[in-house]
């Protein structure tokens, strides 16, 4: 089993700047790319950022000049940078990792319990 921890959500006012981060551990042999996503409330699951095991990176372009997604391969750790907050980036942030288990294995996505982002005055 693979393991997703998210941490760094929280309450700020628009304008503000907040990091999210996750880590990936447990029964993984490699991993060929992290992401985020998030789901508001009456609204379903978008894309937000990923970052592949090659160090590419795509951004919806509701987040770009403003979201900057990064990651360390070796700590199995992606980081979301996320500057500009507006209202309507409020939403749980879900981490997402695409996981190989074996070398002969298939890869599998697995998602962390989310974390809650609210942008209010």
């Known amino acids: 089993q693979v393991q997703l921890v998210e941490s760094g959500g929280g309450l700020v006012q628009p304008g503000g700047s907040l990091r999210l981060s996750c880590v990936a551990s447990?029964?993984?042999?490699?991993?060929?790319?992290m992401g985020w996503y998030r789901q508001a409330p009456g609204k379903e699951r978008e894309l937000v950022a990923v970052?592949?095991?090659?160090?590419?990176?795509t951004h919806a372009d509701s987040v770009k000049d403003r979201f900057t997604i990064s990651g360390d391969n070796a700590k199995n750790t992606v980081y979301l940078q996320m500057n500009s907050l507006k209202p309507e980036d409020t939403a749980v942030y879900y981490c997402?990792?695409?996981?190989?288990?074996?070398?002969?294995?298939?890869?599998?996505?697995?998602w962390g319990q989310g974390t809650q982002v609210t942008v209010s005055s």
């Open positions: 447990g029964s993984i042999f490699s991993i060929s790319a």
């Open positions: 970052f592949t095991s090659g160090s590419r990176t």
């Open positions: 997402n990792a695409r996981v190989r288990a074996s070398r002969d294995g298939r890869y599998t996505d697995y």
